[in-house]
């Protein structure tokens, strides 16, 4: 951290609460945030903010974007799609063609358009090989046939990046990236329902179906055909340091909470924290927060320097999201009833935290590629 970061903190905090803390309830009922919200996002420069300026982005490092994620995820917020949105964006800047790039980089700068990716099917999560969306080429257009489901930004998007095979019998070597206007790919795209969660309501979390959606034959992503798997595998240790920041957020936004309730609640004539038991719970829990904060500044660190490899990536994912449900779990019980009751903060973020271990691939799949280095 320095000046500059600090002083975009304090811009993003001050977004924060005035633009998602006070919305945050509605969006829950209604299952999506205000679409207006993406353009006000943009507006701020909040969007993309490591994506260079000519291209649209605000032209910071990893550590603005990071300071985003801190920042969403310790207000309790999991409505505002943006993880999955820059996601997209990193696809296109590191794996997108020139024109690629031009197109559609200062679109999702700006809140025009809004980005979600289309990998998981209702038979196929972590294993991408399983997929069997296909996407076919006929003159100028390939024509998509399948369905995706647990879509993130599928309500509100305006571009998708879809995982599909455009040559079934190549395995891995046979499965490309498309780039799916929704406006504009036919009648062949079909939005459906937003999925009642257990968390993350606000969420806009869709099935999405394909039965003859059109994709212009320059929208493979990179231009070439069967290069999917691979820029998948590049492109997910981003993803998975994404999802790391943001428990580590959640982690120190319910010790906070939880500190400053046992200091008020009253049991057996004193405060909560001073029971031993509590006090200690907590002791573990900061241990537990600060070495959480050492790991996840150190992953900062190479993704800024660009040493980040899959197996750090997926250490964090999986141990610093074990650790969220772990402690969060504790911090309830500190609550007592009230920390059942979602009124309060603290059992938002025990609904909110659980998919964690389960989206941007399962911890078991983040332990089996730990594994294979050993």
């Known amino acids: 951290m320095d000046a500059d970061l600090e ?3 304090d811009a993003v905090k001050r977004f924060v609460d005035a633009e998602i803390v006070p919305h945050n309830e509605r969006w829950r009922k209604q299952q999506h945030v205000d679409r207006d919200t993406w353009n006000k996002a943009g507006e701020m420069g909040i969007l993309l903010a490591d994506i260079p300026e000519e291209y649209g982005g605000s032209g910071g490092t990893f550590a603005h974007q990071a300071i985003v994620f801190e920042e969403l995820s310790f207000s309790g917020d999991t409505a505002f799609g943006i993880h999955v949105h820059a ?8 794996q997108g063609t020139e024109e690629q790039k031009r197109t559609y980089l200062p679109k999702l700068a700006s809140g025009e358009m809004v980005a979600a990716i289309a990998m998981t099917e209702p038979g196929a999560g972590s294993d991408l090989k399983g997929i069997r969306t296909t996407a076919k080429l006929e003159g100028d257009h390939y024509v998509l046939h399948g369905s995706k489901t647990f879509i993130s930004n599928g309500y509100l998007a305006d571009l998708i990046l879809v995982v599909a095979k455009t040559d079934p019998e190549a395995g891995s070597k046979g499965i490309s990236l498309m780039l799916l206007e929704t406006k504009n790919c036919g009648d062949g795209f079909r939005v459906g329902r937003i999925l009642e969660k257990v968390g993350q309501k606000g969420q806009d979390t869709c099935e999405l179906f394909f039965d003859g959606a059109r994709v212009p034959r320059e929208n493979v992503l990179g231009g070439v055909e069967g290069k999917g798997f691979v820029q998948l595998m590049t492109e997910l240790p981003y993803e998975r340091v994404i999802v790391g920041i943001a428990g580590v957020a959640a982690i120190e936004k319910a010790l906070a909470l939880t500190i400053e309730h046992t200091k ?7 405060a909560l924290i001073e029971l031993q038991n509590t006090r200690f719970v907590l002791a573990e829990i900061k241990t537990e927060a600060t070495v959480a904060r050492t790991f996840i500044d150190r992953c900062i660190v190479d993704m800024l320097e660009g040493r980040m490899d899959t197996e750090l990536a997926s250490m964090a994912k999986y141990w610093i999201t074990d650790l969220q449900c772990k402690v969060v779990d504790q911090c309830v019980q500190l609550f007592g009833g009230y920390g059942y009751m979602l009124e309060y903060p603290i059992a938002q973020l025990y609904v909110d935290a659980r998919v964690q271990r389960i989206y941007g691939g399962a911890n078991e799949i983040m332990k089996e590629i730990i594994s294979r280095s050993l």
Not at 87 to 94: C, K, M, R, S, T
Not at 264 to 270: D, I, L, N, P
């Open 7 to 9: 002083g975009f903190r």
């Open 87 to 94: 996601i997209v964006a990193h696809y296109l800047l590191n």
């Open 264 to 270: 008020e609640r009253k049991a057996f004539g004193q």
